[in-house]
């Protein structure tokens, strides 16, 4: 059964986002501080985090930074702060989407699915592992590895990574990957685009090969 850890210390959300998940037939962990959410991530098999910025304890930023290192498990930051910079910041180190307080629980429960799917994905060809040149991934685990050396990716930065692979030489437009990814109409997204395409291409970057190709005026390329 698919698990969603909510880490999130006002009751009144947390009652809500437990009851909404609940109702959609998902399992929840329950947490209410960030040193409570580490533990019981550490102890289950957790599909997708929902995490509140400020917590007792170890705050949301610490949380993320911390299972980041060693898990691409999605994170779906839920916060009351909605400036640019800090959603930008949030992406950058690791998130997977951005939800602002007070939300709709429409909207929760479509971000959280999107997450799931992505998550879930398999190739088109259901290999168990993906070889590109010094790239491996087993589809089973979700583990990417460059040179036999594990790569950390998030949610969304495995998914572009295997729209790539499933496209190889193909150059893809920013309104491609971001209607692939997301799943939604792309609308201006070039920003967000452009961040996490710099961050998987650091992070594959390990061997010294820069695997995606900038078109300039048109998209990427896997080459």
Known sequence: MTTVLIIEDDMAI???MKETLELENLNTLSAFSGTEGRLLFQQ??????LLDLMLPG???EEFLQEIRQKSG???IVISAKSDQDTKLE???NGADDYLTKPFDVK???ARVHIQLRHASKVSVNEQKEIHYKNIRIDIETRDVFVNDHTVHLTGREYAILLLFLEHPQK???RTNIYESVWNEPYFDSDKT?????SNLRNKLNYDDTNYIKTIWGIGFKFD
């Open 58 to 60: 170890m705050n949301g």
């Open 171 to 173: 150059v893809l437009s």
């Open 193 to 197: 685009i452009n961040m996490h395409i």
């Open 73 to 75: 498990v999605p994170v």
């Open 107 to 109: 909207e929760l429960l």
């Open 44 to 49: 289950n098999q957790v599909d997708l985090v």
């Open 90 to 92: 949030l992406l950058t």
């Open 14 to 16: 947390h009652s809500l």
